[in-house]
C-alpha cells in the first residue's frame, strides 16, 4: 500500500467552483510539500508546511497541515484554467529523512 | 531558489546502448541532490540522492548508477539500457527544507 495517499485520483471541476485535494499518511509527515505537474514538464514547488495546525496560502491556493501531521489538504478557490494540471503531494516520513515520499497526484481538470 | 538544468530534455535510445543524463544546479551550495523517475501512470520513485560530492545513495537496485564530480553537478547513468528504463526522469535539489526540480528529461528506449 501507498505510504503517502492522494485523494481523489482525479477531479473534474467547472472553472469558477472550489476544490479540494487531499494527501494521508499513517505516519507523521515531518514536512509536506505540494507541487504541481503539468504533462511533460517538471514540478513546480506551491509550498511546504512543517509544524502542525500550520496553514499557508499563495494566490487562490490554500493549504493546510492538520495538527496530528498525519493529513494535508490543497483548497483551490474559485478554480482557472491556469489551475489544470497534477498536483502531487510529498513527505518526509521520518524526523530528519533527507528522502521524500511522493503520492500517486491528483489529475485536476478545469471545465468551462 | 535555485536553477535546476538537465539535459538532455529528451532522448530516444535503442536497448543495450549506454546512458548519460546531466543536471546542474544554480542559486545554492552543499544541496542534496535527487534523481527521480516517472513512469507513465506511476508516481514519483526515488532512484538516487547524494548529500555531498562523492556520496551516492541508491534507492533501487538496478542497472542504473549516479555519480556527483563536483558540488552542484549530479549525473546520472547506465552502460546497457533497458526498454523498462523508459520514463521521465527528474533531477531535484533540496536545500534549507526546500526541494525543487528541474524540468525533466524524456527518455524513450526503442
Known amino acids: 500500500s501507498q505510504e503517502l495517499e492522494q485523494s481523489p485520483q482525479s477531479l473534474i471541476v467547472q472553472e469558477g467552483k472550489n476544490l479540494t485535494i487531499n494527501c494521508t499518511s499513517s505516519?507523521?509527515?515531518?514536512?509536506l510539500y505540494w507541487y504541481k505537474q503539468k504533462y511533460g514538464e517538471g514540478l513546480i514547488f506551491l509550498m511546504m508546511l512543517q509544524k502542525g495546525g500550520e496553514e499557508k496560502s499563495h494566490e487562490k491556493i490554500t493549504a493546510k497541515l492538520d495538527e496530528k501531521k498525519q493529513q494535508s489538504s490543497l483548497h483551490i478557490t474559485a478554480s482557472q484554467p491556469s489551475h489544470a494540471g497534477i498536483y502531487l503531494c510529498g513527505a518526509a516520513l521520518g524526523f530528519g529523512n533527507e528522502k521524500l515520499t511522493f503520492g500517486t497526484g491528483t489529475r485536476l481538470t478545469i471545465i468551462p | 531558489s535555485q536553477t535546476i538544468h538537465q539535459w538532455p530534455a529528451t532522448l530516444v535510445q535503442p536497448v543495450g546502448s549506454p546512458l548519460s543524463l546531466e543536471c546542474t544546479v544554480e542559486g545554492t551550495s552543499n544541496p542534496n541532490l535527487y534523481w527521480y523517475r516517472q513512469a507513465a501512470g506511476r508516481g514519483l520513485q526515488l532512484l538516487f540522492y547524494s548529500v555531498g560530492i562523492g556520496q551516492i545513495s541508491s534507492e533501487v537496485p538496478q542497472n542504473l548508477s549516479a555519480s556527483r564530480p563536483q558540488d552542484r553537478q549530479f549525473i546520472l547513468s547506465s552502460k546497457k539500457l533497458l526498454l523498462s528504463d523508459s520514463g521521465f526522469y527528474l533531477c531535484?535539489?533540496?536545500?534549507?527544507?526546500?526541494?525543487?526540480f528541474g524540468p525533466g528529461t524524456r527518455l524513450t528506449v526503442t
Open positions: 531535484a535539489c533540496r536545500h534549507s527544507y526546500e526541494q525543487y
Open positions: 505516519k507523521t509527515l515531518y514536512g
